[in-house]
């Protein structure tokens, strides 16, 4: 059995990922390929939680800023998330991926409570952890949920999924030059305000030395060939060997 270079990751999936190429709301038929994209990556044996948003349904940043109370909002946004974990659950367990659904906020009708030493043990026995709900907390965003998750499982790598190949100096669609990176620093990240995840979630990931690799979801195959230790997209950590734009 070939090596694995990471055998737990946290998987972070934005809720806009979930829409397809729908305006909103949750596309069915791309659920299906992200489960087989997980089911893909699993057989390697990798141990695998997952982070989803809530922005396909509810972003809670965009309610207050209309007028919404933030707190009210921000838990409107959470769950959201439910939602969405429920429905990529579904998805896994169609294709034979058996996974598990925590929440920070208790609904123990649909899913389970967050507690940690389950979410080990539902690793150990090879199931799929959704980790859904935010921190349960208000002013905290899913990317930070991600840190703080993969922080607590030991996680030996953050997935931060997204539609671009990878972290770029500019906007790739509005600046046909930009450079992407192939390896950046968390400091980096922080000081040149680089859009990957919040400040909180870097910082975070910097302090418990936690790697996070920036990929396109829409290829298939990149979860797979990260996990086997492929050079896919960006990755952020302490003390890269090469932090330069090509």
Same mark, same amino acid.
């Given at each position: 059995?070939?090596?694995?270079?990471?055998?737990?990751?946290?998987?972070?999936?934005?809720?806009? &990922?979930?829409?397809?190429?729908?305006?909103?709301?949750?596309? @069915?038929?791309?659920?299906?390929?992200?489960?087989?994209? *997980?089911?893909?990556?699993?057989?390697?044996?990798?141990?695998?939680?997952?982070?989803?948003?809530?922005?396909?349904?509810?972003?809670?940043?965009?309610?207050?800023?209309?007028?919404?109370?933030?707190?009210?909002?921000?838990?409107?946004?959470?769950?959201?998330?439910?939602?969405?974990?429920?429905?990529?659950?579904?998805?896994?367990?169609?294709?034979? =991926?058996?996974?598990?659904?925590?929440? &920070?906020?208790?609904?123990?009708?649909?899913?389970?409570?967050?507690? *940690?030493?389950?979410?080990?043990?539902?690793?150990?026995?090879?199931?799929?952890?959704?980790?859904?709900?935010?921190?349960?907390?208000?002013?905290? $965003?899913?990317?930070?949920?991600?840190?703080?998750?993969?922080?607590?499982?030991?996680?030996?790598?953050?997935?931060?999924?997204?539609? =671009?190949?990878?972290?770029?100096?500019?906007?790739?669609?509005?600046? @046909?030059? &930009?450079?992407?990176? $192939?390896?950046?620093?968390?400091?980096?990240? *922080?000081?040149?305000?680089?859009? =990957?995840?919040?400040? $909180?979630?870097?910082?975070?990931?910097?302090?418990?030395?936690?790697?996070?690799?920036?990929?396109?979801?829409?290829? @298939?195959?990149? /979860?797979?060939?990260?996990?086997?230790?492929?050079?896919?997209?960006?990755? /952020?950590?302490?003390?890269?060997?090469?932090?330069? &734009?090509?």
């Amino acid at each position: 059995m070939t090596k694995l270079k990471y055998k737990r990751i946290l998987l972070k999936l934005s809720g806009e &990922a979930f829409k397809g190429d729908r305006e909103y709301g949750i596309d @069915p038929q791309f659920l299906v390929f992200i489960a087989n994209e *997980l089911k893909n990556g699993i057989k390697d044996g990798v141990q695998i939680g997952i982070v989803i948003g809530g922005g396909n349904i509810f972003r809670g940043i965009s309610a207050a800023a209309n007028g919404m109370d933030r707190v009210t909002a921000d838990y409107s946004g959470m769950l959201a998330t439910i939602m969405n974990a429920l429905a990529l659950q579904d998805a896994l367990e169609k294709v034979g =991926v058996s996974c598990r659904v925590q929440t &920070a906020i208790e609904m123990k009708e649909i899913a389970e409570p967050y507690i *940690l030493q389950r979410a080990l043990s539902h690793f150990e026995k090879g199931h799929v952890v959704i980790f859904a709900g935010g921190t349960g907390n208000p002013y905290f $965003t899913t990317d930070t949920t991600a840190a703080l998750r993969a922080a607590e499982i030991h996680a030996d790598a953050i997935f931060k999924a997204t539609k =671009v190949d990878g972290v770029y100096d500019s906007d790739p669609n509005k600046n @046909p030059n &930009a450079k992407r990176y $192939t390896e950046l620093e968390y400091l980096d990240v *922080l000081t040149d305000r680089l859009q =990957v995840m919040d400040s $909180t979630a870097i910082s975070l990931s910097m302090d418990n030395n936690i790697p996070i690799v920036v990929f396109d979801l829409n290829v @298939p195959g990149n /979860i797979k060939r990260i996990i086997d230790g492929e050079r896919i997209g960006t990755t /952020i950590g302490s003390r890269p060997e090469v932090a330069h &734009a090509e």
